[in-house]
């Protein structure tokens, strides 16, 4: 639960205490009251990567994620870890140095002292390994009466100096989804206040290619479902991490990820953003999505889409799969006029099916199993006429092994969403 939200949540509890779930967290969960602690901490440097958040529904706007990732705002504390009001994920390539900036507040008595801190943050993977970021310590500055006071009836001032330091480079040729835990010491007028706070922290395998539309979903389960470190072989490790990547998907069935068709968008920017929001989409929205999972991880992909360009009663206009399940769904013969798929080093991925095919020709000789006639354009959003059983959508060919261009369908490649 986002922490923002958590405080709306509490809140309620306040105003009706007998409800005895609101009334444990009240007791768990309480104000900050150390005069001292980091109000902001931002992610910079060479390596790191910006996103978008986007949903809950494709109409919400998205959220850009910036350098900031952490704002205390109000803060809560749990036992000894810090609830802030803005907890992002930083996400880092490969081998990058992070730079952080840290922006401690006073909220004491007086102006703020001069004083210590001690600053440091450790990477925890799933399997409970853990490699230290930083640990870093130094002299606690006040920044002056340039920095304004919290109640200008009084003389308390809010101003600390930034402090500003590089991490430790990270692991080389590794993707993970790190838990950062970070542990905040401030000492002044001769007492310690040490907090601790925790945050998704993601590392890409390489760089995300140029133009990728970055979404925060995509990277965080890119680098989980990766899990480990690949030495780069070149195709043969960018085809291992796409295998992985596509079998990952089925980790997004119990949300409610599914195949199907959805009602016509008018302005959709791309792909991945449909798949993201909508949940059920097509095999287009499909294709989007696993391109960019694919170029997060700075692996280049194109989509292929197998096309009949003018459906028609009297001559071969759809295809007939296999008796197949598609993501979410259940296991059964489908029909379209086109189906998208993405390509890497000429692999073919096929994000809808979950199939991992060699060539474009093993993909269509395994997946269509006959071509049909049809004249009613596409299937539109409740698939009828696919599942018409006579007329002309009854007259089919199987698809014999090789491509039949003659048959009338195409192959379209391309490098976009």
Request: aromatic share 12%; charged share 20%.
């Amino acid at each position: 639960m986002p922490h923002n939200l958590y405080i709306t949540i509490l809140s309620l509890c306040i105003l009706v205490p007998t409800l005895t779930s609101c009334t444990e967290k009240k007791q768990e969960k309480v104000l900050l009251e150390d005069p001292v602690y980091t109000d902001t901490i931002d992610f910079a440097g060479e390596g790191r990567i910006l996103y978008e958040i986007t949903g809950p529904d494709y109409e919400t706007p998205n959220v850009p994620v910036g350098e900031t990732t952490f704002f205390a705002g109000i803060p809560y504390v749990l036992g000894e870890e810090m609830l802030p009001e803005l907890n992002y994920m930083p996400a880092y390539a490969s081998s990058s140095t992070p730079l952080v900036k840290f922006t401690p507040t006073w909220k004491g008595e007086g102006p703020p002292p001069a004083g210590t801190w001690h600053l440091r943050g450790v990477l925890q993977d799933s399997s409970g390994l853990e490699i230290e970021l930083f640990d870093k310590e130094g002299a606690l500055e006040p920044a002056g009466d340039d920095m304004g006071s919290i109640d200008e009836g009084d003389s308390t001032s809010a101003g600390y100096k930034t402090i500003e330091f590089e991490t430790q480079a990270l692991p080389s040729e590794t993707a993970k989804l790190y838990n950062l835990l970070i542990t905040h010491t401030y000492t002044v007028n001769g007492t310690t206040f040490s907090r601790l706070s925790t945050t998704e922290f993601a590392q890409v395998w390489r760089a995300p290619l140029p133009g990728t539309i970055l979404y925060y979903q995509i990277i965080r389960w890119g680098a989980e479902w990766l899990n480990g470190t690949f030495s780069d072989l070149g195709e043969v490790t960018e085809n291992e991490l796409a295998d992985k990547l596509l079998l990952g998907m089925q980790n997004l069935v119990p949300l409610g990820y599914r195949y199907g068709s959805h009602g016509k968008l008018d302005h959709f920017t791309n792909k991945a953003e449909v798949f993201l929001d909508r949940k059920q989409s097509s095999c287009g929205d499909f294709y989007g999505f696993f391109m960019d999972l694919v170029e997060t991880q700075g692996i280049d992909a194109n989509y292929l889409i197998f096309y009949f360009p003018n459906p028609s009663p009297e001559w071969f206009s759809m295809y007939e799969t296999i008796e197949i399940a598609a993501l979410g769904r259940e296991k059964r013969v489908w029909r379209y006029a086109d189906h998208g798929l993405v390509e890497v080093n000429g692999r073919v991925y096929d994000p809808t099916y979950g199939l991992i095919m060699e060539n474009a020709d093993v993909y269509e000789d395994f997946l269509f199993a006959r071509f049909c006639y049809g004249g009613e354009g596409k299937c539109g959003a409740g698939n009828t006429w696919c599942l018409i059983p006579g007329g002309p959508q009854g007259i089919c060919s199987d698809n014999e092994p090789g491509y039949h261009e003659e048959l009338g369908f195409i192959r379209v490649r391309g490098e976009t969403y």
